[in-house]
C-alpha cells in the first residue's frame, strides 16, 4: 500500500523526536484501520465508506 502518513506532519503534531519504525507501526495501524472500516461498509451493503465505519 502507499504511504499513508506524512513523517513531517506526525513529528511537527507531537512536537517531540520520532524514531523511524514509529512510522512503520503507526502506517500499519492506519492500513489496519481503513481496513476494518471497508470491511464495515461492506458488511452493510455500502460502497462508500463513512465515518460511522471508523
Do not use: C, H, W
Amino acid at each position: 500500500m502507499a504511504n499513508l502518513i506524512v513523517k513531517s506532519a506526525v513529528k511537527e503534531q507531537i512536537d517531540q523526536n520520532v524514531s523511524s519504525d514509529f512510522y512503520d507501526e503507526l502506517e500499519g495501524d492506519i492500513e489496519q484501520v481503513l481496513a476494518d472500516a471497508a470491511q464495515r461498509a461492506t458488511d452493510n451493503d455500502r460502497k462508500t465508506v463513512q465515518p460511522r465505519d471508523l
